[in-house]
């Protein structure tokens, strides 16, 4: 089966410490983005990358992390920078010049 | 910089009412639409997507027209059904950046029994 997997689902950390969310696609893929969803707002862009070892920071960049090592795989560092990381985080991916993203289950991080 | 509205923030109707969704942008500029489906704690399911230079796409049950002179677009939902119970989402790609879709905030739709 094709698509976008994320993992884990629930993820609950310590105030202070750096999370990695993890986001794998097998559509092959070139674009891969990063968004955080808050209750009741729409998603916003955290980072994207439309090549690999390629990333361009979104409209929310500061205290998260990414990196492009291979076409499959992006993941996001939460750092403990990030003021506010208790979210639901979306992983999507679109093929090169294509308009539709196809988006993963979304994981859940909880920081108390 | 591109602003996305949708309105109520959240409806409930009867089963079986024909609905419409609502979504408004402040820059026509744009390169596509596309509205969403998300269930409660999961991503987003593409329903439909509207081209510039397109009016309006159909998928079964589902219309979602685009005037992109108003700033407009509705997604019509025929004959509504508790299992289209979810929140939808509509988003805007504009021509600045291929790469960055604008979303709004949904709206939540309860369809009762």
């Known amino acids: 089966d094709g698509g976008i997997t994320q993992s884990p689902k629930y993820l609950f950390r310590k105030e202070g410490q750096n999370v990695t969310l993890s986001c794998e696609q097998n559509?092959?893929?070139?674009?891969m983005y990063w968004y955080r969803q808050d209750p009741g707002q729409g998603l916003r862009l955290i980072y994207y990358?439309?090549?690999?070892?390629?990333?361009q920071k979104g409209d929310i960049a500061e205290g998260y992390s990414v990196s492009r090592e291979k076409k499959e795989s992006f993941p996001l560092t939460v750092t403990s920078a990030q003021k506010n990381p208790t979210a639901f985080y979306l992983c999507?991916?679109?093929?090169?010049?294509?308009?539709?993203?196809?988006f993963g289950p979304g994981t859940r991080l909880t920081v108390t | 910089k591109q602003e996305v509205t949708q309105i109520p923030a959240a409806l409930s109707v009867p089963e079986g009412e024909n609905l419409v969704l609502n979504c408004s942008f402040t820059?026509?500029?744009?390169?596509?639409l596309q509205w969403f489906r998300q269930d409660p704690g999961k991503g987003l399911t593409s329903l439909l997507l509207?081209?510039?230079?397109?009016r309006e796409q159909t998928s079964g049950r589902l219309n979602a027209s685009l005037d992109k002179s108003s700033g407009r677009s509705t997604l019509y939902i025929a004959a509504s059904q508790p299992g289209d119970s979810a929140t939808y989402l509509c988003a805007v790609e504009g021509y600045s950046s291929a790469s960055k879709i604008i979303f709004g905030s949904g709206t939540r739709l309860s369809i009762r029994p």
């Open positions: 509207i081209q510039s230079s397109q």
């Open positions: 990358s439309q090549i690999v070892n390629d990333f």
């Open positions: 820059d026509s500029a744009i390169y596509n």
């Open positions: 999507a991916s679109s093929p090169e010049g294509g308009p539709r993203q196809y």
């Open positions: 559509l092959n893929h070139d674009a």
